[in-house]
């Protein structure tokens, strides 16, 4: 008998999401010079409009998914909205984060 359905994909744990209410997402292009990143990375747009790793108060979304964009270009989704853990995000700096990405409506919330 054949299948009806096949693996689409696996369903990953995407722990560092606070509240899926106001997530909202958008697919942006990362250049091969960025190499590997994992999902909850905070990321930036860069001068050509293409996503790195933030590096300081230029931080714009928080990577939805893991990307390797050591040989080509990726492009990915992004969250460009929503409430995340700090603690489980990654290149997070709250001292010079913080308020630019609330100003985005990205918000970083602690766990307790």
Do not use: W
């Not at 590997?36 to 293409?50: E, H």
């Not at 990915?76 to 913080?98: H, N, Q, R």
């Amino acid at each position: 008998m054949a299948e009806l359905f096949g693996k689409l994909g696996e369903l990953k744990d995407k722990n560092f999401i606070a509240g899926t209410d106001e997530l909202r997402q958008m697919n942006v292009k990362f250049k091969t010079a960025v190499g590997a990143l994992k999902a909850g990375t905070i990321v930036a747009k860069d001068t050509d409009g293409s996503y790195k790793a933030a590096t300081d108060n230029t931080a714009s979304a928080v990577l939805a998914v893991d990307i390797d964009a050591t040989a080509a270009d990726v492009v990915a989704p992004v969250y460009i909205k929503g409430a995340f853990i700090a603690e489980k995000c990654t290149g997070y700096d709250e001292s010079t984060m913080l308020d630019p990405l609330r100003a985005l409506n990205i918000y970083m919330v602690h766990e307790h």
